[in-house]
């Protein structure tokens, strides 16, 4: 797996370094007046950089980090809004890297998430949209230019597909955070420009746990216990059913005898989760 070059972050963690990066760029927008829009949020982003926020190192989300959220997620989307002022109230704020070309660029305050959203595209950081998220009296409120909202250059599908999208972003960010806080979660430091191999991996993917880091700064990885190696230390309780025996009979005959397995508690079990062959 080659973790790529991705421009936004080499701007972001070099606040000292005037101008723009190399390779960060806007992306080209339907209403030429969005233009203007997109250089002014960029703008934003670059007075925030001066700033030097603590941003950490970039976290690049695993499929199985992912999947750990989903499981999650249910029981965070009751409490979001307890979540955003949580956040808020320690001024969360950080640069993802997802496996779909996506780095959000994040950063809570004022009850409210900000989100610079950019797509990775033939080593280019293309920046498409900004937009705020907060919760009034505990309903979402997205809160974005108009005309970004409405430009099909920057964004695809109906406006109501448009406005859910982006929503969920948001929403993945917050339930990130939770469950990078609460949760089992394994966190892996890959410097940059040597191949690192990922431990506790099983032998037959020996080759797809070795990862390179091309971005120019250390990367960590987001990852957790649950799919790394399944663990489930908990008492299972089992139903009585019936299952087949295989057996011989004395001419070395095999056949199925139906027997029936009394209830009984199963006390957990380890196995080896499948490992994810793309990021």
């Known amino acids: 797996m080659i973790i790529k070059k991705r421009p936004i972050i080499t701007w972001l963690l070099n606040p000292d370094t005037p101008g723009f990066q190399d390779g960060l760029t806007l992306a080209k927008p339907k209403n030429f007046m969005n233009l203007q829009i997109l250089k002014d949020d960029l703008k934003y982003l670059k007075d925030i950089r001066a700033m030097k926020p603590k941003w950490g190192l970039p976290e690049l989300v695993m499929p199985s980090f992912k999947m750990a959220m989903e499981k999650n997620t249910p029981a965070f989307e009751k409490i979001m809004p307890e979540l955003f002022k949580e956040f808020s109230e320690t001024d969360e704020c950080g640069i993802l890297m997802l496996g779909n070309n996506e780095t959000l660029v994040y950063g809570f305050g004022d009850g409210q998430l900000n989100l610079w959203f950019f ?59 939770a469950v990078k806080k609460h949760g089992k979660v394994e966190t892996v430091i890959i410097p940059q420009g040597t191949y690192t191999a990922i431990e506790g991996t099983p032998l037959e993917y020996v080759e797809k746990k070795k990862v390179i880091n091309q ?3 250390e990367v960590i990885i987001m990852d957790s216990k649950w799919f790394r190696k399944i663990i489930n230390d908990n008492d299972i309780p ?14 070395g005959e095999r056949y199925q005898k139906k027997i029936y397995i009394e209830p009984y508690i199963r006390h957990g079990y380890h196995r080896n989760a499948k490992i994810e062959d793309n990021i």
């Open 238 to 251: 089992v139903k009585g059913h019936y299952r087949m025996l295989n057996k011989k009979n004395a001419d």
């Open 119 to 177: 797509i990775e595209q033939n080593s280019h950081s293309v920046f498409h949209f900004y937009a705020g998220y907060e919760y009034v009296e505990n309903h979402p409120k997205l809160l974005m230019t108009d005309s970004i909202l409405h430009d099909d250059n920057l964004l695809a599908g109906t406006i109501q597909n448009r406005i859910y999208e982006i929503g969920i972003r948001f929403r993945f960010i917050a339930i990130y955070l």
């Open 215 to 217: 971005t120019g700064q």
